[in-house]
C-alpha cells in the first residue's frame, strides 16, 4: 500500500511541450503552433483517443535560430528534442513526438 503523495494519473496522454520564446522569435510561430494543435489531434483521431495537450513552456535552453523546440514525454526520456523549423515539417515532428510516448 502506498503511504506517500496522491498520484494522479490522467485519462489524457502526456502533454506535448512547445517553447514560447522560440515561437515568439520566428515567422509564423501562432500559425505554427496551430498546425502542430491540429495535426496532433489528426493524429490521434486515426487511433482513438484524446489528444495529448500542446503546452507552451518558457525557454527550454535549447534556442535553435530558426526553429521551435518541441518535446513529449517520450523524448525527453531519451534525452531528445524535437525542432521544426516550418509547417511542412509538423507531419513528421508530430510522428516522433507521439512515437516515444508509445514505446
Known sequence: MY???PIARPKRPPPVLICGK???KIDGGK??????????KR?????????PKLVTTGCLGICPKRAVVTASAG????????LVEDRK???????????????
Open 75 to 82: 523524448t525527453l526520456a531519451k534525452g531528445e528534442y524535437v
Open 31 to 40: 500559425k505554427l503552433k496551430q498546425a502542430l494543435k491540429a495535426e496532433l
Open 22 to 24: 522560440c515561437l515568439s
Open 89 to 103: 515539417q509538423v507531419e513528421e515532428a508530430v510522428r516522433v513526438l507521439l512515437k516515444g510516448d508509445r514505446e
Open 43 to 51: 493524429a490521434v483521431a486515426a487511433q482513438g483517443g484524446k489528444r
Open 3 to 5: 503511504r506517500g503523495q
